[in-house]
């Protein structure tokens, strides 16, 4: 005899189906931007964790000293050099900012909606070069750790933590992502931080972690943060801490103030990225993130080809 399903169990096997097909048009979403990262730029970008030996070959006139093999010379009575490939595989993490002031969107897209949509972009761009991938989710401390793997399969469960993970803090602690960061990954490795940057005090740290890592900024930015319409006193709440503040936007000083204000903002979070020797890419919630995504690497590329 069959046995009937509770309420409670139809609901949990919705909720599950409901999991899937979020992840599931989010694969599907950042497929095309896949291809086109994958197709050149992201495979060209970043260096592999070290060199591996490959061959040796006869001594040429500008060649390195220091790559001479000295066996193989000795063995046959004129110079040879080692040569060396560069190791492809790269272990790529992802530091995603989850704290309370991601859940704010003024263009039907909040603002961790769409770190979670880049982080997946960058996830199976990853995977798909035969990367290794990783998630650091992150507020005041600590929520989850989950360590590089490859394949699909991986991948999908790092947006599902993306996706629903339940914060235990609301704050926002960037230094001591990043020194966590550090804690857990010694070797070389590829990092992208994604997060809205609001916060201070990380500089020292995030030029400490770029000196041991390959570390790329991702600032999440909703246009209402750099523009606010005349609405009279609006009174806002602090999402990390739960603060009411009266912002006056009555007339155009006021309105100008503000603007003036978040300007100043955002030029000392790139003074910071400068100082520590950071690239940091801005995304605006409600606009294209493929085209500063695409921009990025491809000026990076470029960058790399001049050295």
């Known amino acids: 005899m069959s046995q009937l399903s509770t309420p409670t169990q139809a609901a949990a096997a919705d909720r599950v189906q409901e999991i899937l097909a979020r992840i599931r048009r989010i694969e599907i979403r950042t497929r095309k931007v896949v291809e086109e990262l994958t197709a050149g730029a992201y495979h060209s970008v970043f260096k592999g964790r070290g060199m591996e030996f490959r061959e040796v070959r006869e001594y040429a006139e500008g060649d390195d000293v220091r790559t001479i093999d000295w066996n193989v010379t000795a063995r046959f009575g004129r110079p040879f050099v080692k040569q060396f490939a560069e190791e492809r595989e790269l272990v790529v993490m992802l530091v995603v900012d989850v704290s309370a002031s991601g859940d704010f969107g003024s263009t039907g897209r909040r603002k961790n909606e769409v770190a ?63 020194e966590n960061l550090l804690r857990l990954q010694r070797r070389k490795i590829v990092v992208f931080l994604i997060s809205d940057m609001l916060d201070a005090g990380f500089g020292h740290t995030l030029a400490v972690a770029a000196r041991r890592h390959d570390v790329t900024g991702l600032r999440i930015i909703d246009p209402k943060e750099l523009s606010m319409p005349a609405a009279g006193n609006l009174a806002v709440e602090d999402a990390e801490n739960g603060d009411i503040l009266t912002v006056p936007l009555v007339n155009p000083r006021d309105l100008q103030a503000h603007a003036v204000e978040a300007a100043a903002a955002r030029l000392e979070q790139d003074r910071l990225f400068k100082e520590a020797a950071v690239d940091q890419i801005s995304i605006t919630c409600g606009q294209d993130y493929v085209k500063p995504l695409m921009h990025y690497f491809h000026t990076r590329e470029r960058r790399r080809n001049t050295r």
């Open 116 to 178: 979670a949509e880049l982080a997946a972009t960058l996830a199976f761009s990853a995977i798909r070069n035969g990367d290794r991938v990783g998630l650091l989710l992150h507020s005041t401390r600590e929520e989850l750790y989950v360590p590089p793997r490859k394949g699909r399969r991986h991948v999908l469960r790092l947006i599902r933590d993306l996706l629903y993970h339940e914060r235990h803090h609301s704050g926002t602690n960037l230094r001591a992502a990043l």
